[in-house]
Nanobody
């Protein structure tokens, strides 16, 4: 059974950095679009970043551009989200997700992803 497990969340001050990891098990996602989403209390889950299945193209929400970097290590079946210059409004539970099917297009909405991790809390203090 495929499983995604996020790690790396925590409490950080404004301007700090965190690196989230998403380790996959049960199947390989090397040819899947991989994404990161986040959900703050009382808000809908929102797109943060995605990486094409080829690994050559990255996509970011406007809020993440210039500050976050998504990457993958297929040998480790792991996807990363490097987050720099963090702001209090980045506080949320961050979820890793894999697309519904392999070799598909990047879809910046949750409906495009069929595999989800349990989430990791990121809290940015002011």
């Amino acid at each position: 059974q495929a499983q995604l497990v996020e790690t790396g969340g925590g409490l950080v001050q404004t301007g700090g950095s965190l690196r989230l990891s998403c380790a996959a098990s049960g199947r390989t996602f090397s040819n899947y679009v991989m994404g990161w989403f986040r959900q703050a209390p009382g808000k809908e889950r929102e797109f943060v970043a995605a990486l094409s299945w080829t690994g050559r193209n990255t996509y970011y929400a406007d809020s993440a551009k210039g500050r976050f970097t998504i990457s993958r290590d297929n040998a480790k079946n792991t996807v990363y989200l490097q987050m720099d210059s963090l702001k209090p409004e980045d506080t949320a539970v961050y979820y890793c997700a894999a697309a519904n099917n392999p070799a598909g297009p990047v879809v910046p909405t949750p409906r495009g992803y069929g595999y989800w991790g349990q989430g990791t809390q990121v809290t940015v203090s002011s």
